[in-house]
């Protein structure tokens, strides 16, 4: 379930809105599908409802039952949202004029094509609209298993019909306990009409509460022919009570069971009374072979969810890891800062954590500092040293070693924050899949914060505004959950901008962030750092590898991909690779060039022509939109060498930066 209180940011296929209704079928659509959050209806909670969609990241939203807030919430909405229905009541509760109108409503907007799939619950229902229209499933909820054999009162027979809307099959039950004589009835509440009943007739009850009714009795009777809940049977049943049904479809698959526990009319008190003497008598071997349906039924149920989904369910590794976390820092020369970062990883680590330090070949005091440490902390400290292969090979040796069912990455010349830890301890308990910080950017004169939320989609999609970032690819203000690793069976490249090439993948596989904003990762700009120096052969080889990627993993893709695209590829392409032709070396400008057009030239053309990059080159001055757009036809006609050439002779050229690429020109 989720908890409105809990401040989670949501990338999953979709999301069940779920009305105030019985609370088994809150429990079980929670078990059955998760993703649920409930709706109270009152206009306050329409209004968060419709926020929270909006500030997360759902496909499709699933709708049970009809309220009029639905249509609310979906006028409010994004509009490439899937809608799609589930409808409890059964075929025959349409008597009652309240579900005909609900259903009404629905199936109004299903042939208006505003729901794309409907669902029900009650298979006659089900079977009755399938043979005339498309997209319709049966749905077969289902509940935790957990079968026992209670104590139980053998005077005892649980009334599980609704006593605030009774039927007549209500008082043929009643009547066929009398008649028996052998047994008292349980109820959780008796309205006028039926105290005179009870009263009339004599008959022996016992009160209790609502979540009493089920348990302890010898039999449970729940005879309803027009709004029958079929989780009601399958929750007596696990509780080792037989339940009696009217004429149901839940049990055409065992012979056994639906000759044993259905009659065929409520209007037949004597069949009802001998029914009950049968089921006494048969009690314990009814049970057992109710086990054998009970694990057909949650394999049935699974099918039926994932047929309507048309997705298998995620399959999660509950296993839980003896080490919570696993913090990993790799070391290349970084003898001047080491210290100072393990003291910060060490007095922020909790307990049922491990750091795995890799030594990547340095060759200065590195390897003494780090064994100083070992020695020091032997029990959290595990020392790998290596020959040099980079800082992506490093990545990846370290997640390979990892025993944490966590991972974080803290680069060597950087510090944390004492609370890095404690303060995501919370969500790592919640099994949230990545938690990430925003950081302080500390240079040799200044320091200042950096969000990991970008502002302009901080009221619009928070989940946007995290994947969409500049800061995004970063390993290192990240705890993630090894898991993600392992599903996508991904890899670091072994190069510059290793982390592009691995990270935004993780957060379109995550389906649960916790974004703390707090700059608790320290990060320090140096002069000789990777990210300072001339890198354009690097960032197109990492797009070209991220192109492959997406083609790859794009079944998780949860977004609008050439939106998605434009914020990845834009400002990377314009700043590490066109922008470096402007400063390197004349001499060195062809060949680059040449590299250019051979590994990226479609990806960069497609950037051109993204309707979003073309609504940026509005904002520009005319000079320089005129400039951009006689530099991307000379791309694209292969006389970008002589475009650059030129500007470069004239000193007179104009640069998309990051900032005018993701906002627009300001002055």
Not at 61 to 82: A, G, H, K, Q, T
Not at 128 to 134: A, G, L, P, V
Not at 431 to 460: C, G, M, R, S
Not at 520 to 538: H, K, L, N, Q
């Amino acid at each position: 379930m989720i908890e409105k209180s809990l401040d989670i940011i949501y990338n999953k296929d979709y999301l069940v809105i779920v009305p105030e209704i019985d609370e088994i079928y809150i429990d079980a659509f929670n078990y059955s599908f998760g993703n649920v959050l409930l709706l109270n209806d009152n206009i306050d909670d329409t209004l968060f409802v419709t926020n929270f969609i909006n500030n997360n990241n759902f496909r499709r939203i699933i709708f049970v039952d009809y309220r009029y807030s639905y249509e609310e919430i979906m006028s409010n909405i994004r509009d490439e949202i899937e809608y799609m229905c589930i409808f409890t009541k059964s075929l025959g509760a349409l008597s009652e004029q309240k579900n005909l109108n609900m259903f009404n409503k629905i199936f109004k907007m299903y042939k208006d094509e505003i729901i794309s799939k409907i669902g029900f619950i009650d298979k006659y229902f089900y079977e009755t609209y399938n043979s005339k229209e498309k997209n319709i499933s049966f749905i077969s909820l289902n509940i935790p298993c957990d079968i026992k054999t209670n104590k139980y009162d053998e005077k005892s027979i649980g009334l599980l019909n609704d006593e605030k809307n009774p039927r007549h099959s209500f008082y043929n039950e009643l009547s066929a306990i009398k008649l028996s004589n052998k047994y008292k009835v349980k109820l959780s509440e008796i309205n006028q009409t039926t105290k005179e009943f009870l009263e009339l007739f004599n008959i022996s009850n016992e009160k209790c509460k609502k979540e009493d009714l089920l348990i302890n009795n010898n039999i449970n009777l729940y005879i309803n022919f027009t709004d029958s809940i079929p989780l009601l049977f399958i929750k007596s049943m696990d509780l080792g009570i037989p339940c009696i049904l009217g004429n149901n479809y839940l049990l055409d698959d065992n012979n056994y069971l639906k000759e044993m526990l259905t009659i065929k009319s409520d209007d037949d008190i004597d069949e009802i009374k001998n029914k009950l003497d049968t089921v006494s008598e048969n009690r314990e071997k009814i049970i057992k072979e109710y086990s054998k349906f009970r694990e057909e039924y949650t394999k049935k149920s699974t099918k039926t969810i994932e047929d309507f989904l048309e997705k298998k369910a995620r399959k999660v590794d509950t296993k839980d890891s003896e080490i919570l976390l696993s913090v990993i820092i790799p070391v290349y020369n970084t003898e001047k800062y080491l210290e100072k970062c393990l003291i910060s990883v060490i007095d922020a680590i909790p307990s049922k954590s491990e750091i795995i330090i890799i030594n990547d070949g340095s060759k200065d005091n590195s390897e003494n500092i780090i064994k100083k440490y070992e020695k020091k902390y032997p029990d959290i400290i595990r020392y790998i040293k290596q020959e040099n292969h980079g800082l992506g090979y490093v990545r990846n040796v370290g997640i390979k070693n990892a025993r944490g069912k966590y991972i974080a990455s803290i680069d060597s010349d950087d510090t944390i924050n004492i609370d890095f830890f404690s303060d995501a301890l919370e969500y790592l308990e919640k099994d949230i899949d990545v938690v990430i910080y925003d950081w302080l950017t500390v240079t040799n004169d200044d320091f200042y914060e950096t969000t990991a939320l970008d502002y302009i989609f901080k009221e619009i999609n928070r989940y946007k505004g995290l994947l969409y970032t500049s800061i995004m690819p970063s390993t290192c203000n990240k705890i993630i959950k090894k898991e993600l690793f392992n599903q996508l069976d991904i890899k670091y490249i072994e190069d510059r901008f290793e982390d592009l090439s691995v990270n935004p993948f993780i957060l379109l596989k995550a389906e649960t962030i916790k974004y703390i904003t707090k700059p608790y990762y320290e990060y320090y700009i140096r002069s000789d750092s990777i990210m300072r120096s001339s890198a354009g052969y690097s960032m197109i080889d990492v797009i070209k590898l991220f192109e492959t990627r997406l083609e790859k993993y794009k079944s998780i893709v949860n977004i609008n991909i050439d939106e998605f695209k434009y914020y990845t590829y834009s400002w990377r392409i314009e700043e590490y690779i066109i922008n470096q032709l402007y400063t390197i070396e004349e001499k060195e400008i062809k060949e680059f060039i040449n590299y250019l057009y051979k590994e990226l030239k479609d990806i960069t053309l497609e950037i051109f022509n993204n309707e979003k990059y073309g609504k940026i080159l509005d904002t520009l001055k005319n000079s320089d939109k005129e400039y951009i757009i006689k530099r991307n036809k000379s791309f694209k006609e292969g006389k970008l060498e002589e475009f650059i050439l030129n500007a470069r002779k004239n000193n007179n050229y104009f640069k998309l930066t990051p900032q005018i690429l993701y906002y627009g020109y300001k002055d």
